[in-house]
């Protein structure tokens, strides 16, 4: 926990006093409904500051086992990098207490707030690194078997890198308790499920991160959340906006299926520029584009059947293109495929392969699975094993983006007739060596 605004009554703890013969008070941070927070020095341990949390009276005496139940919570997420870090449950003197790391950059409402009252925005690659942070941190905790049902800004902290920290887990259930009395939340970013008291699960949270990356990009902590307009943000990319949108879908089944999806698509927005600034270098030793995968883009007037033979004929040929370039880059110095690319850079997308895709799912995993059955085949496992298939949305279609690294041993590819033929990067081209210059060449780089 960490700093925020103070109102009101000053708490029971005065500046100076030791509590539990171990705490020593500095400062009040700031209170909510069920807890004071002072900022504190943990003399046991080298003087390290904490955040003491004291339960107040009234609501333990509303929920005695709340704070029991919060302390079981974190116990159960255990230690991850965007979850606040939980020290320490206990009783003293009568006084429930909680005691936390101490985060000290404040709290994300404290960002927005900033924001509104300056009219300066939250940058966008920052909006987008907190949502992935965030996404990882509800991964954590729904693979503990809990939703958190308090996503907002008044429980996310900012420590002194920047980086957010999921916190307060007294709204916490367990998916195995769901018929369970549900604890009060803060209601503004609330699911509808959760508000109508309705069936909940990983989905619920998922609303609620929507709901706070809306409001880091609006930079008010107050709109309407069924419907907020984050295309006012047009420096953050379209694929954020249809996220949000996703995530802020009234029906959890028309939500991300899960916090891992999210945190990987957000992953892929993050590096979306980097993947345009590739584009606009161009091909070279180390790049290359191809238009897809296995779809045969041909001249308008061709009749459907003429359409149907050609792309019969020719499928097999872009295939064994994007094998050779891979295998080009394995056995050179690595390099980047970018696949839904023309040569002069325009982006096409992937989608045009989706249709054409045998036996698999017409999507991006359906794309993806279809890879690797090539990889595998004409490559061995261990070609497939090396390389990193990352997908971008763009405005345009999507990007499957495949990083080749250069490999440990010789890699060679397997044809239909039995034949292994051997590629290598020349310049801006793949090249076939014959198998005298093919075996120099391997000899070269890859004798002990």
């Known amino acids: 926990m960490g700093e925020t605004s103070v109102a009101g009554e000053l708490g029971p703890l005065g500046q100076g006093g030791l509590f539990a013969g171990r705490y020593l008070v500095q400062r009040l941070l700031g209170q909510g409904d069920r807890k004071w927070t002072y900022l504190a020095e943990d003399q046991k341990v080298g003087d390290r500051l904490v955040a003491l949390s004291l339960i107040k009276p009234e609501a333990?005496?509303?929920?005695?086992?709340?704070?029991?139940?919060?302390?079981?919570?974190?116990?159960?997420?255990?230690?991850?990098?965007?979850?606040?870090?939980?020290?320490?449950?206990?009783s003293h003197d009568g006084w429930e207490y909680l005691v936390f790391e101490y985060v000290s950059g404040g709290r994300l409402s404290d960002l927005i707030e900033h924001a509104a009252a300056t009219g300066e925005k939250v940058p966008a690659d920052v909006i987008v690194r907190y949502g992935r942070e965030l996404a990882g941190a509800l991964e954590q905790v729904h693979t503990a078997g809990m939703i958190h049902r308090d996503v907002a800004p008044e429980n996310i902290w900012l420590d002194y890198r920047n980086k957010v920290k999921l916190g307060d887990f007294d709204s916490a259930i367990l998916l195995a308790d769901l018929d369970e009395p549900r604890p009060s939340t803060t209601d503004r970013y609330r699911s509808p499920e959760d508000r109508d008291g309705g069936p909940l699960d990983a989905r619920t949270d998922l609303y609620s991160l929507g709901a706070v990356l809306a409001s880091l990009a609006l930079g008010q902590l107050d709109f309407e959340v069924g419907a907020p307009n984050t295309s006012r943000r047009p420096d953050l990319p379209e694929a954020f906006h249809d996220l949000v949108a996703a995530l802020l879908a009234p029906r959890r089944e028309d939500r991300p299926s899960s916090a891992g999806e999210v945190r990987r698509r957000l992953k892929e927005i993050e590096a979306l520029p980097d993947v345009r600034s590739i584009i606009e270098a161009g091909e070279g030793q180390r790049v290359e584009f191809k238009s897809s995968l296995r779809f045969v883009y041909l001249p308008d007037h061709l009749s459907d059947a003429d359409r149907a033979e050609a792309m019969k004929q020719n499928a097999p040929k872009v295939e064994k293109a994007i094998l050779k370039t891979i295998a080009g880059f394995l056995n050179s110095e690595g390099g980047t495929l970018l696949v839904g690319v023309q040569d002069d850079g325009q982006i096409l997308g992937i989608e045009a392969d989706f249709e054409t895709l045998p036996n698999v799912r017409h999507d991006r995993d359906g794309w993806q699975q279809y890879l690797r059955q090539l990889t595998t085949n004409a490559l061995g496992i261990g070609g497939w094993a090396c390389l990193d298939v990352t997908f971008y949305t763009t405005e345009d279609g999507t990007v499957a983006r495949i990083d080749c690294p250069r490999r440990s041993r010789e890699t060679w590819l397997k044809l239909k007739a039995g034949e292994e033929v051997f590629y290598r990067r020349t310049g801006s081209s793949t090249d076939q060596l014959p198998p005298s210059e093919a075996a120099r060449y391997v000899q070269d780089h890859w004798s002990s």
């Open 60 to 90: 333990a005496a509303i929920d005695p086992e709340g704070t029991r139940r919060e302390a079981n919570r974190l116990s159960r997420v255990g230690s991850y990098s965007h979850i606040v870090t939980f020290h320490e449950y206990d």
